[in-house]
Structure formats: C-alpha cells, structure tokens
C-alpha cells in the first residue's frame, strides 16, 4: 500500500473497522479486511441506506506550511505553566506536558476510567456516568505501563472520550480531559502539524524522540467490527490514533493516523477505540 502525506487513504480507512485479521499483530497488508467498500459504488450510494463512514477529504488539512488556521491555545491558566507536570486531581495521575508553538499539549496519552473489556465487535461503552477505556489486550498493564510494559494509556469510542451520548459538543470540549483541558478540535491538530512544517515534516518530529516533544507512541488501537485490538489498519506496523473533537455526520468524527514514517487524517466509525491527548485551554 502507498500512501501520501495528507489524505489519500480510502481504501485504506475501511480496514479500521478490521473485519479481517483481528488482534493479530502478524496481519499483513495483503489481506483485504472485510468490509472494504468500493469507493466509486460508496460515493453513488443513497447516504441515507449505506452506513459506510465518511471518508471525504477534510479541506481543513494542510500538507505544507500554511497560515495557522485558528489562533493557537493560549498557555496562561491559573497555578500552571506548561512543561510542568500536570496531576490530574481525579485519580492522581500525572502527565508530562509540553509546548509546541503556542499550544500546550500533554505528552502522554490519557489514561482515566475503568477497564471496559473489549469482547464482542461494536460499541461497548455507554453513558453510565463512569468514565470507561479500553486497555490493550483487555489487560490494564497495558493502559497503565506496570511491569515494564508501554504505558500506551487508554483507548476510548468517541462519544464516551467526549463525554456526551446525546447531540453534539460545541468546541472547546472538556470531554474526559482534566479541568482546564480541553480535546483538541481539528484546526488546533491542523495548527500544529502546520506548526511542524506540515505531515510531511511533522511525523518525524511528532515521534517519540522527535524535536517537537509530543512522543506519538504507536499503540495501535481498538478496532470496532471485531472488538480486538490491533497495531494499525492495514499492516502489522504499529501506528498511533488521535481523536479530535469535531464529527463528520451521525457515526462518523475525523481522527489522525501516525506512523513512522507517514500520517494522514480521514473520518471513521465512534466506536473505534483510540487515544487521547488533550490541550490547554
């Protein structure tokens, strides 16, 4: 598969729901995954009887450096200046936090609620008034990096990241983020990706030991039509997934693939379970 720095990917994004392959992190490239949807048939569909997610180019999206789309977050809050370590009163985790451009980011992913176990495909979180996550492997070793392992934090579905079942959250959104935080809409990710220089130049920076001090840890994530957990959409090389705060349509929100080497962002289902890295209001 060969993908460009911005958003040509829609083949590719239909593999997200991962109907073939499962949490084999042996999977490879070569097999197509249920469910994979024709392009051409998908955009003559009647939108209202296909329920294949939207994977329209986002004109937000910038390859090159551009103008900032938004202001950039202000980094003066109350009792904090940033590239402190943040401790989130809640559970008494703590994240490392870091300045890029103007926006203060965490550097880690977030990493509060209680396990939900991932055992069927679908959604499995629901509006219970207990902040849910998902762990790899359904092992919260995983989400909390005990025993020497990757502290890859949690994996949320979108709506219980953004902390509503009903409508639609008006930006900025607190979601599970900690007071003073807020989910990153897209034009804030946009504006530091341009920051960086675009994707092209962004994703290596974006890397753990890259110059920017984000520390994109590549995760993987929980994939939705069969509930298991795998290293990335289409092969057996772990990548990262970022929610943001804006939504597509009904089942749909923008979210951003990082790899090693290359990045993009496109639309897909709620229920996926991805990461989640929250800015400073």
Do not use: K
């Not at 090159?64 to 950039?72: G, H, M, Q, W, Y």
């Not at 509060?112 to 979180?125: D, N, V, Y």
């Not at 990757?150 to 994996?155: S, T, Y």
């Not at 520390?215 to 929980?222: K, P, V």
Request: charged residues 20%; hydrophobic residues 35%.
């Amino acid at each position: 598969m060969t993908r460009g720095a911005c958003i040509p990917v829609f083949i590719m994004v239909f593999a997200l729901g991962c109907g073939g392959g499962g949490g084999d992190e042996d999977a490879t490239a070569d097999a197509e995954p249920d469910g994979v949807v024709d392009v051409a048939e998908e955009t003559t569909a009647d939108a209202a009887d296909d329920p294949a997610p939207d994977v329209t180019e986002d004109p937000d999206v910038v390859e090159d450096p551009v103008e900032d789309p938004v202001e950039d977050t202000t980094t003066d809050s109350p009792g904090f200046t940033c590239g402190d370590v943040l401790t989130d009163s809640r559970d008494g985790w703590t994240y490392q936090t870091v300045l890029i451009g103007t926006q203060c980011w965490m550097q880690e992913n977030l990493n509060i609620g209680t396990l939900t176990r991932s055992t069927a495909a679908g959604s499995q979180m629901s509006d219970d008034g207990t902040i849910e996550r998902y762990c790899w492997e359904n092992d919260v070793a995983w989400c909390n990096g005990a025993d020497g392992l990757m502290r890859r934090g949690g994996f949320y579905e979108w709506r219980e990241a953004m902390d509503t079942y009903t409508g639609w959250p008006t930006a900025p959104v607190q979601g599970i983020c900690p007071a003073g935080w807020h989910i990153p809409s897209q034009a804030e990710f946009n504006a530091m990706v341009t920051h960086l220089g675009g994707t092209s130049a962004a994703v290596s920076r974006l890397q753990v030991g890259g110059d920017s001090g984000f520390e994109a840890l590549l995760t993987g994530y929980r994939c939705t039509m069969s509930g298991t957990f795998r290293p990335s959409a289409m092969s057996s090389a772990f990548m990262a997934y970022f929610w943001v705060s804006d939504h597509s349509d009904s089942e749909n929100s923008p979210l951003w693939e990082i790899g090693a080497s290359d990045m993009s962002t496109f639309a897909f289902y709620h229920s996926l379970g991805l990461s989640v890295r929250c800015i400073l209001d």
